[in-house]
C-alpha cells in the first residue's frame, strides 16, 4: 500500500523556521522525483519545490527561493522541506507528491499538513 505522510507542520511566528517531513511507503522511493506543494485558503495548489531522485538537484518557486530548502535521504525514503524567514503569506496546507515519468509513469499525493505563519 502506497502512502505519503506529511508531519512537522504547525504555527509558527512571522520569521521563524519549520522542518517539514514526508515519510513514503510502499513504492521505490529512489525511483521517484519528490515534490512540494502547498495550497492557501481560496487558491490553487502551487509548486513550491522540486528535487531529483538522486537528489543532485532541485528547483523552487520564485516566492520561496532562497528561504526554503528541499532534500531527501533515499535511505529513509523521506523527502524533507526546510523553511526559513517563514511569511504569513506561506500560510498553507503542504503536500508531497511523488511522480515517475516515462512508460511506468505514477504520482502519488499525500495529504498535507498545515503551516500556519502568524505572530
Known amino acids: 500500500q502506497v502512502q505519503l505522510v506529511e508531519s512537522g507542520g504547525g504555527l509558527v511566528q512571522p520569521g521563524g523556521s519549520l522542518r517539514l517531513s514526508c515519510a513514503a511507503s510502499?513504492?521505490?522511493?529512489?525511483?521517484?522525483?519528490m515534490n512540494w506543494y502547498r495550497q492557501a485558503p481560496g487558491k490553487e495548489r502551487e509548486l513550491v519545490a522540486g528535487?531529483?531522485?538522486?537528489?543532485?538537484?532541485?528547483n523552487y518557486a520564485d516566492s520561496v527561493r532562497g528561504r526554503f530548502t528541499i532534500s531527501r535521504d533515499n535511505a529513509k525514503n523521506t523527502v524533507y522541506l526546510q523553511m526559513a524567514s517563514l511569511k504569513p503569506e506561506d500560510t498553507a496546507v503542504y503536500y508531497c507528491?511523488?511522480?515517475?515519468?516515462?512508460?511506468?509513469?505514477?504520482?502519488?499525493w499525500g495529504k498535507g499538513t498545515l503551516v500556519t505563519v502568524s505572530s
Open positions: 510502499g513504492f521505490t522511493f529512489s525511483d521517484y522525483r
Open positions: 507528491k511523488a511522480e515517475r515519468t516515462g512508460f511506468w509513469s505514477s504520482v502519488y
Open positions: 528535487i531529483t531522485r538522486d537528489g543532485a538537484s532541485a
